[in-house]
């Protein structure tokens, strides 16, 4: 039952479309006539600029950490139940009940989620993997995979929790789902001056 809860919380948290509100109370405007027409942060960035963008995908990031925070140091929640919980705001997000059961990418929850497991290390390693991968390539699909490609990477060498693997996982899965619209396309390589000279 404990575990169920955090689940619950979890989920809850991660379904809480912070980046649409911000749109709605801040800026006057729904997010979702942007870019994508996604409900998530970078929309928030098109729709409003670099302050409300922020503070989206600040808060994006923390629906995910908090939960699993409380989750370790109040609920006593850890094993293959904390695993669990880690998934729950990646799904709030990705299918979210206040928006009819559709959501963003979840990206930034994402992000979230590696802090509360691992606090620094995970979204150091994601967030320089993602820059490059969004330097370099041009469908953000692609960034997205090479970043988690990563932190998998990453997590073999120096934390080969199998917990943490089995999140790596499920959450890569969910991220390949919401992002399968740019991997139907093959992954290009941005045209740029440093990209040319680096290939003579």
Not at 86 to 104: D, K, N, T
Request: charged fraction near 10%; hydrophobic fraction near 55%.
């Amino acid at each position: 039952m404990n575990t169920l809860l955090w689940v619950v919380i979890a989920y809850v948290s991660g379904a809480l479309p912070f980046s649409v509100w911000v749109g709605k109370l801040a800026l006057h405007t729904d997010i979702r006539g942007y870019g994508d027409r996604n409900p998530g942060a970078f929309n928030v960035f098109r729709a409003g600029g670099k302050l409300w963008g922020v503070i989206a995908i600040l808060l994006d990031g923390f629906k995910g950490a908090i939960p699993i925070w409380l989750a370790i140091s109040w609920g006593e929640v850890s094993g293959w139940p904390l695993a669990v919980v880690a998934i729950a705001p990646v799904l709030g997000h990705a299918y979210s009940p206040f928006l009819g059961f559709r959501g963003g990418k979840a990206l930034a929850v994402t992000f979230g989620i590696w802090c509360g497991l691992t606090l620094w290390f995970g979204p150091t390693v994601l967030g320089i993997a993602l820059a490059i991968g969004l330097a370099i390539l041009v469908t953000p699909g692609w960034a997205v995979l090479l970043g988690m490609l990563v932190l998998l990477a990453a997590l073999a060498l120096y934390q080969p929790d199998p917990l943490l693997l089995a999140v790596w996982a499920v959450n890569t899965a969910l991220l390949l789902w919401k992002h399968r619209d740019d991997l139907r396309h093959p992954p290009r390589v941005q045209d740029s001056p440093v990209l040319r000279r680096l290939k003579k």
